[in-house]
């Protein structure tokens, strides 16, 4: 398996820009969560979704920020619209639920909004 | 999900057994003990778990205390490649993973 995948690596956008991240988590497992991490806080956890339902989206900053899982291979996490900060590492995880089973990230999308 | 205590940095030479510790005092019975790293700019990287026994992967071994109020994280012979962020996180199944701020351990040549 290729592991976690995200997509795109880097992200450049204007202030007030959409933007899409994406993320393929490792197939069978049948839980994802997106994080976000900056040098002011850390690793943080934004959603989480088990079998493609949104389960705590507790994390998400604001109304701006929303996420998506239309099926178990693919989900998306949209920033609109876009601000500078919201310039951090962004992270997908998938899992298996259930066990006690480690967490396996992607390489993250690095998003820089000017 | 309970909360940990990690020393901010360590160092280790090169060659050398690297510790890091992790406080979890307040762990309850059905709480995994986690441990990842994270290599600047990249993902955490899973490095192993434990309930109550003690655990040996390739990539290292975690002592977990007998009341599991703590652990150790032992990297038996430390590289260059082992200059990471090492995080402990406590969590239950079911539970999600919530990162603190980690040990940041610098292998010396």
């Known amino acids: 398996d290729a592991g976690v995948i995200q997509s795109p690596r880097h992200e450049v956008t204007e202030m007030g820009q959409e933007v899409t991240l994406r993320c393929k988590p490792i197939s069978g497992h049948n839980s994802l969560f997106w994080y976000r991490q900056t040098m002011m806080r850390g690793l943080e956890l934004l959603i989480y979704f088990n079998n493609n339902v949104p389960i705590d989206d507790s994390g998400m900053p604001e109304d701006r920020f929303s996420a998506k899982m239309p099926n178990a291979s693919f989900s998306t996490l949209k920033i609109q619209p876009s601000e500078p900060r919201d310039s951090a590492v962004y992270f997908c995880a998938s899992r298996l639920q259930g066990s006690s089973t480690e967490a396996f990230f992607g390489q993250g999308t690095r998003l820089t909004v000017v | 999900d309970a909360k940990t205590t990690q020393p901010p940095s360590m160092d280790c030479a090169e060659g050398r057994a690297a510790n890091l510790p992790c406080n979890h005092s307040t762990i309850s019975g059905n709480e995994y003990v986690y441990w990842y790293r994270q290599i600047h700019s990249q993902g955490p990287q899973y490095i192993i778990h434990?309930?109550?026994n003690n655990e040996t992967n390739e990539m290292a071994s975690l002592i977990i205390t007998e009341d599991r109020k703590s652990s150790t994280l032992i990297l038996p012979h430390a590289t260059l490649r082992d200059t990471a962020v090492y995080y402990c996180?406590?969590?239950?199944?079911?539970?999600?993973?919530?990162f603190g701020t980690g040990t940041s351990l610098t292998v010396i040549p």
């Open positions: 434990g309930l109550k």
């Open positions: 996180i406590v969590r239950a199944i079911g539970n999600q993973f919530y």
